[in-house]
């Protein structure tokens, strides 16, 4: 089993999705990430939503993303492009039903071709494991509003991406464990990983994410040094003192 690490800069692909969801226009420049020199458990560093939600594929010679797109993604881009929280969480309320994982990976030949795994093959090598080490496969058929957003998408990524656009699967978990709980909660303490098998020449590659995310957190501060924190953090790494769990 291997762990993969989280890539600074920005995959062109977040700007395109919002773009077509939200009516907001994204860059055109695109941004290659740098491979990471050891695989290690992804924590996030950064309070931008899109560095928190995306992890950069770096796995042998295979490269691509994960994204895990978490409800309030969608409230967040639709502040920024001007809209109203509260009428766009009714609006895709539905989605809410969902833990949602964008994903594509190619692996690339020494002479720089892309040989692209599949959706079909994705959405049967790509499972989410909750905090409790419970695994859930992707639904395999779709409806209503999630159905709507994969056919969107589809086509528009195909047009704007080629053959990485064709290859992009959004896939489509459970979003309550069986205890209950939440898998992912972008807004509560926790964890789960997104995970690949046999799909990279390994049994399984894992995505980690610790949650509350930053970005969606209320700003809490140290209260020696007085910079801003990570949400998931308990104690300030830097001058080792507790943190208060209120923000």
Known sequence: MRFARSSCPLLWIVCLLISSCLGQTGPSDKKTPSAPSTPVVHTTDDV?????TQLAIQVNDYTGVVWWIPF??????????????????????????YTIVGIFTAKVSSLGSFDYVSPVDL????????????????FADLTGDAKSLADVMKPMLSNAMGRAGENFAMLFFPAVKKSGKRVADEKSKGSFSVVLKNTM???ETVFQWTTP????????YCPVGKERVRADWDYCPRHGVKLDPNP
């Not at 049967?124 to 992707?138: C, H, L, M, N, V």
């Not at 995310?213 to 809490?220: E, G, H, Q, V, Y």
Request: aromatic letters at 8%; proline letters at 7%; zero cysteines.
């Open 123 to 138: 959405q049967k090598e790509t499972f989410i494991r909750d905090s409790e080490g419970q695994e859930y496969p992707a």
């Open 201 to 203: 020449g390994e049994p």
């Open 213 to 220: 995310l930053t970005s969606f957190s209320a700003p809490r």
């Open 48 to 52: 931008n939503v899109l560095r928190e």
């Open 72 to 97: 309030e993604f969608w409230v967040d881009s639709a502040v920024k492009n001007g809209g109203s929280p509260e009428k766009t969480r009714e609006r895709l309320k539905a989605l809410n039903d």
